[in-house]
């Protein structure tokens, strides 16, 4: 595949649509750093547009459970869908301590109670560090 590199900001979107998808709620992060392909600095932000999206995207493709979806936006604003995976994202914890408790809606779920969600911290930074020892 051959396709344009896109300058801009990077965003993924944790979401999560229950089996028969009457509950889709996604939380966007920019991810500020990244290392490795993993963010390593991310921050929620609050950005009605690209929720707006994602769920289309997930009513469409018909995917339930925990997935993420990423987007880049271009110098003037355009938003552009690159990828989607339906599974947890590798900086999901950042969505989860913002409060997109994914496991606890899926327990819910599993257990028949209804799934109750308050909305998400906006602007929560995460900032991971890796540190080296040697023995």
Known sequence: IIQEYIYGKEYTVDCFSSID?????????????????????????????IISLSKKILKNLNIIGPSNIQFIEDQIGRLYFIEINPRFGGAYILSMQAGLNVPLFLLQELHKKQITYNGYKKNLLMLRYWEEIYI
């Open 21 to 49: 998808q009457s509950f889709i709620e996604c939380v966007p992060r920019e991810r500020i750093a990244v290392k490795g392909g993993l963010a390593t600095k991310s921050r929620t932000v609050n950005r009605s547009d």
